[in-house]
Protein backbone atom coordinates (compact mmCIF):
# COMPACT_ATOMS: atom_id res chain seq x y z
CA UNK A 1 0.00 0.00 0.00
CA UNK A 2 2.75 2.40 0.97
CA UNK A 3 4.09 1.92 -2.85
CA UNK A 4 1.03 2.29 -4.56
CA UNK A 5 0.44 5.57 -2.24
CA UNK A 6 3.59 7.06 -3.44
CA UNK A 7 3.30 6.29 -6.86
CA UNK A 8 -0.13 7.97 -6.85
CA UNK A 9 1.19 11.38 -5.38
CA UNK A 10 3.64 11.79 -7.19
CA UNK A 11 1.40 11.24 -10.76
CA UNK A 12 -0.70 13.64 -9.28
CA UNK A 13 2.29 16.47 -8.90
CA UNK A 14 3.08 15.98 -12.25
CA UNK A 15 -0.13 15.95 -13.64
CA UNK A 16 -0.61 18.95 -11.72
CA UNK A 17 2.25 20.70 -13.10
CA UNK A 18 1.76 19.58 -16.41
CA UNK A 19 -1.84 21.41 -16.08
CA UNK A 20 0.01 24.66 -15.44
CA UNK A 21 2.70 24.70 -17.83
CA UNK A 22 0.21 23.74 -20.70
CA UNK A 23 -1.46 27.54 -18.76
CA UNK A 24 1.86 29.25 -19.11
CA UNK A 25 2.43 28.35 -22.30
CA UNK A 26 -1.33 29.77 -23.45
CA UNK A 27 -0.03 32.88 -21.69
CA UNK A 28 3.28 33.39 -22.95
CA UNK A 29 1.75 33.12 -26.35
CA UNK A 30 -1.02 35.81 -26.03
CA UNK A 31 2.02 37.67 -24.97
CA UNK A 32 4.36 36.84 -27.78
CA UNK A 33 6.66 35.49 -25.55
CA UNK A 34 9.24 32.32 -26.80
CA UNK A 35 10.68 30.31 -23.34
CA UNK A 36 13.75 28.27 -23.72
CA UNK A 37 14.67 26.07 -21.09
CA UNK A 38 18.10 25.25 -21.08
CA UNK A 39 19.32 22.25 -18.82
CA UNK A 40 22.70 20.16 -18.69
CA UNK A 41 25.22 19.19 -15.65
CA UNK A 42 26.99 21.84 -13.52
CA UNK A 43 29.85 23.00 -15.32
CA UNK A 44 28.81 22.44 -18.65
CA UNK A 45 29.66 25.69 -19.95
CA UNK A 46 25.56 27.15 -19.77
CA UNK A 47 26.34 30.64 -18.64
CA UNK A 48 29.11 30.94 -20.94
CA UNK A 49 27.01 29.68 -23.51
CA UNK A 50 23.79 31.69 -23.04
CA UNK A 51 26.19 35.11 -22.70
CA UNK A 52 27.32 34.37 -26.33
CA UNK A 53 24.53 33.11 -27.51
CA UNK A 54 22.44 36.54 -26.09
CA UNK A 55 25.11 38.61 -27.29
CA UNK A 56 24.61 37.44 -31.00
CA UNK A 57 20.93 38.15 -30.60
CA UNK A 58 19.74 40.69 -28.55
CA UNK A 59 19.98 43.44 -31.33
CA UNK A 60 18.17 41.69 -33.06
CA UNK A 61 15.16 40.22 -30.53
CA UNK A 62 13.85 41.95 -27.08
CA UNK A 63 15.61 39.07 -24.82
CA UNK A 64 15.10 38.22 -21.19
CA UNK A 65 16.88 35.80 -19.07
CA UNK A 66 15.80 33.79 -15.52
CA UNK A 67 19.17 32.53 -13.77
CA UNK A 68 18.15 29.56 -11.34
CA UNK A 69 20.45 28.52 -8.75
CA UNK A 70 19.60 26.76 -5.35
CA UNK A 71 21.45 29.57 -3.73
CA UNK A 72 23.21 31.86 -5.50
CA UNK A 73 23.17 35.11 -7.88
CA UNK A 74 26.59 34.65 -9.48
CA UNK A 75 25.53 33.46 -12.64
CA UNK A 76 22.69 36.00 -12.93
CA UNK A 77 25.22 39.28 -12.25
CA UNK A 78 27.37 37.40 -14.99
CA UNK A 79 24.80 37.32 -17.92
CA UNK A 80 23.54 40.71 -16.59
CA UNK A 81 26.85 42.71 -16.67
CA UNK A 82 28.44 40.69 -20.04
CA UNK A 83 24.66 40.96 -22.46
CA UNK A 84 23.08 44.22 -20.18
CA UNK A 85 19.75 42.08 -21.05
CA UNK A 86 16.70 41.82 -18.36
CA UNK A 87 18.15 39.03 -16.19
CA UNK A 88 16.34 37.74 -12.42
CA UNK A 89 17.61 35.36 -9.92
CA UNK A 90 15.79 32.61 -9.03
CA UNK A 91 16.45 30.74 -6.04
CA UNK A 92 15.22 27.00 -5.18
CA UNK A 93 16.12 26.85 -1.76
CA UNK A 94 17.39 23.32 -1.89
CA UNK A 95 15.09 22.53 -4.55
CA UNK A 96 16.66 20.45 -7.77
CA UNK A 97 14.65 21.72 -10.29
CA UNK A 98 12.48 24.14 -11.21
CA UNK A 99 8.36 23.15 -12.29
CA UNK A 100 5.94 25.10 -14.03
CA UNK A 101 4.96 27.07 -10.98
CA UNK A 102 8.50 28.38 -10.05
CA UNK A 103 8.79 29.16 -13.74
CA UNK A 104 5.69 31.42 -14.12
CA UNK A 105 6.85 33.13 -10.58
CA UNK A 106 9.76 33.69 -11.96
CA UNK A 107 8.48 35.83 -15.10
CA UNK A 108 5.88 37.65 -13.48
CA UNK A 109 8.83 38.84 -11.02
CA UNK A 110 10.81 39.70 -14.13
CA UNK A 111 7.75 41.74 -15.97
CA UNK A 112 8.69 40.53 -19.34
CA UNK A 113 5.82 42.41 -21.20
CA UNK A 114 7.68 43.46 -24.38
CA UNK A 115 9.98 40.46 -24.63
CA UNK A 116 10.09 38.13 -27.53
CA UNK A 117 12.79 35.67 -26.31
CA UNK A 118 12.99 34.42 -22.63
CA UNK A 119 16.01 32.06 -21.66
CA UNK A 120 15.51 29.53 -18.26
CA UNK A 121 18.54 28.49 -17.05
CA UNK A 122 17.56 25.42 -15.10
CA UNK A 123 19.64 24.01 -11.98
CA UNK A 124 22.84 22.35 -12.49
CA UNK A 125 21.46 18.59 -13.09
CA UNK A 126 21.12 15.79 -15.67
CA UNK A 127 18.24 14.45 -13.22
CA UNK A 128 15.79 16.28 -11.53
CA UNK A 129 14.98 19.25 -13.81
CA UNK A 130 14.01 16.39 -17.00
CA UNK A 131 11.07 15.04 -15.29
CA UNK A 132 9.17 18.38 -14.30
CA UNK A 133 7.79 20.35 -17.21
CA UNK A 134 8.45 24.04 -17.12
CA UNK A 135 5.94 25.62 -19.53
CA UNK A 136 8.71 26.58 -21.99
CA UNK A 137 8.61 26.45 -25.58
CA UNK A 138 11.74 24.22 -26.09
CA UNK A 139 14.21 22.85 -24.15
CA UNK A 140 17.60 23.18 -25.43
CA UNK A 141 20.23 20.72 -23.68
CA UNK A 142 23.59 20.87 -23.37
CA UNK A 143 26.50 18.40 -23.04
CA UNK A 144 29.83 19.42 -22.62
CA UNK A 145 32.47 17.61 -23.83
CA UNK A 146 34.54 16.97 -20.94
CA UNK A 147 31.82 14.88 -19.66
CA UNK A 148 32.57 12.25 -21.89
CA UNK A 149 29.57 10.94 -25.23
CA UNK A 150 27.78 8.19 -22.15
CA UNK A 151 25.61 10.57 -20.76
CA UNK A 152 22.83 9.92 -22.90
CA UNK A 153 23.37 6.15 -22.14
CA UNK A 154 23.14 7.05 -18.53
CA UNK A 155 20.37 9.76 -17.79
CA UNK A 156 18.35 8.87 -21.18
CA UNK A 157 15.14 11.17 -19.70
CA UNK A 158 17.07 14.10 -20.27
CA UNK A 159 17.77 13.18 -23.79
CA UNK A 160 14.52 12.44 -24.44
CA UNK A 161 12.57 15.39 -23.71
CA UNK A 162 15.10 18.19 -25.03
CA UNK A 163 14.93 19.03 -28.30
CA UNK A 164 17.97 20.52 -29.67
CA UNK A 165 21.26 19.22 -28.08
CA UNK A 166 24.53 21.40 -27.72
CA UNK A 167 27.70 19.97 -27.64
CA UNK A 168 30.00 22.50 -25.61
CA UNK A 169 33.84 23.03 -25.38
CA UNK A 170 34.65 21.37 -28.61
CA UNK A 171 38.20 23.14 -28.10
CA UNK A 172 38.92 20.57 -25.51
CA UNK A 173 38.77 17.65 -28.28
CA UNK A 174 42.24 17.44 -27.56
CA UNK A 175 42.26 16.39 -24.34
CA UNK A 176 39.58 14.33 -23.89
CA UNK A 177 37.78 11.54 -25.70
CA UNK A 178 34.30 12.20 -27.14
CA UNK A 179 33.08 10.40 -29.96
CA UNK A 180 29.91 12.49 -31.86
CA UNK A 181 27.92 9.84 -33.59
CA UNK A 182 28.04 7.81 -30.60
CA UNK A 183 26.28 10.37 -28.46
CA UNK A 184 24.21 11.35 -31.12
CA UNK A 185 23.14 7.66 -31.91
CA UNK A 186 22.09 7.37 -28.62
CA UNK A 187 20.22 9.95 -28.22
CA UNK A 188 17.86 9.40 -31.71
CA UNK A 189 17.27 6.38 -30.33
CA UNK A 190 15.23 7.99 -27.79
CA UNK A 191 14.36 11.21 -29.72
CA UNK A 192 13.97 10.97 -33.56
CA UNK A 193 13.46 15.05 -33.98
CA UNK A 194 16.71 15.83 -32.23
CA UNK A 195 19.50 18.03 -33.80
CA UNK A 196 22.78 18.62 -32.83
CA UNK A 197 24.96 21.70 -32.65
CA UNK A 198 29.01 21.55 -31.67
CA UNK A 199 30.36 24.35 -30.88
CA UNK A 200 32.82 26.51 -28.66
CA UNK A 201 31.43 29.28 -26.57
CA UNK A 202 35.90 29.98 -26.27
CA UNK A 203 36.42 30.32 -30.10
CA UNK A 204 33.17 30.69 -31.27
CA UNK A 205 33.05 27.83 -33.42
CA UNK A 206 29.18 26.82 -34.08
CA UNK A 207 27.62 29.89 -32.22
CA UNK A 208 26.68 31.23 -35.63
CA UNK A 209 24.57 28.48 -36.41
CA UNK A 210 23.28 28.05 -33.31
CA UNK A 211 22.08 31.85 -33.01
CA UNK A 212 20.68 31.50 -36.76
CA UNK A 213 18.58 28.49 -34.94
CA UNK A 214 17.25 30.03 -32.23
CA UNK A 215 16.55 33.11 -34.21
CA UNK A 216 14.58 31.35 -36.56
CA UNK A 217 12.92 29.26 -33.92
CA UNK A 218 11.43 32.86 -32.22
CA UNK A 219 10.51 34.24 -36.11
CA UNK A 220 8.57 31.00 -36.49
CA UNK A 221 6.39 30.91 -33.10
CA UNK A 222 5.82 34.31 -33.77
CA UNK A 223 4.43 33.65 -37.83
CA UNK A 224 1.95 30.95 -36.00
Given at each position: ????????????????????????????????????????????????????????????????????????????????????????????????????????????????????????????????????????????????????????????????????????????????????EKAEEAILRHNKGAVFFP??????????????????????????
Open positions: MGDLKVIRVKQSILSNNDNRANDLRAELKKKGIFLINVMSSPGSGKTTLLVNLINRLKDKLKIGVMEADIDADVDANTVSKQTGVKTIQLNTSGECHLDAKMTSDGIDGLQPDGLELLFLENIGNLVCPAEFDTGANFNLVILSIPEGDDKPIKYPLMFTVGNAFVFTKIDALPLFTFDFVSAKTNEGMEALADYVYKLVKDYQAK
